[in-house]
């Protein structure tokens, strides 16, 4: 099974500012990966998929980058909605899920 | 607007058996794959299953954990996807989404419903 280890696992920053989110996978994913929002008491959303194509409607701000074993989540300048926990999720062998990082306001 | 609404959820006992509906709308169900997916109490997510729409064979593929107890179907004149969860455990108390698939390169996890909670406890 592949798995894939996010970092960090929380991050506390300011709005405005730029988060970096990290996954890595265990073994090379090529581009099949995925990125997940989840707002509190909410459903999970599609943000990024082969790993730097943005679903409908996301805002431009969403970044998605990398290749292989080593992915990166940016959000170029964070508005006050974008506080939640990010997933990523890999199907390249099967289908599995990070443990999520916890974006929180600082 | 795509809708996904999931219901069925409650508590049952170890050794139960429950059946989740997801009713669709806003999109055309026939040709669609659909998924499901669980999130326990605090926890992060983790893929149940998939099935493919009939024109593309209809195949399901199930996560191990509940291959052989949970079975995955649909009705596609009720635009409506089921689980069959059987032999649950406590371990599979969760909160379950059904998805549709937005393709890619691959398939992922396009639209979500809002979850119903299954609770397996004694």
């Known amino acids: 099974e592949i798995v894939l280890t996010q970092s960090p696992a929380t991050l506390s920053l300011s709005p405005g500012e730029r988060a970096t989110l990290s996954c890595r996978a265990s073994q090379s994913v090529s581009n099949y990966l995925a990125w997940y929002q989840q707002k509190p008491g909410q459903a999970p959303r599609l943000l990024i998929y082969d790993a730097s194509n943005r679903a409908t409607g996301v805002p431009a701000r969403f970044s998605g980058s990398g290749s292989g074993t080593d992915f990166t989540l940016t959000i170029s300048s964070l508005e006050p909605d974008d506080f939640a926990v990010y997933y990523c999720?890999?199907?390249?062998?099967?289908?599995?899920f990070g443990q999520g990082t916890k974006l929180e306001i600082k | 607007e795509v809708q996904l609404v999931e219901s069925g959820g409650g508590l049952v006992k170890p050794g139960g058996s429950l059946r989740l509906s997801c009713a669709a709308s806003?999109?055309?169900?026939?040709?669609?794959?659909m998924s499901w997916v669980r999130q326990a109490p605090g926890k992060g997510l983790e893929w149940v299953g998939r099935i493919k729409s009939k024109n593309d064979g209809g195949t399901i593929d199930y996560a191990a954990p509940v291959k052989g107890r949970f079975s995955i179907s649909r009705d596609d004149s009720k635009d409506t996807l089921y689980l069959q969860m059987d032999s649950l455990k406590t371990d599979d108390t969760a909160v379950y989404y059904c998805?549709?698939?937005?393709?890619?390169?691959?398939?992922?996890?396009?639209?979500w419903g809002q979850g119903t909670l299954v609770s397996v406890s004694s």
């Open positions: 806003g999109f055309n169900f026939i040709p669609a794959w």
């Open positions: 999720q890999q199907r390249s062998n099967d289908n599995t």
């Open positions: 998805t549709t698939v937005r393709w890619g390169s691959a398939w992922w996890l396009g639209h």
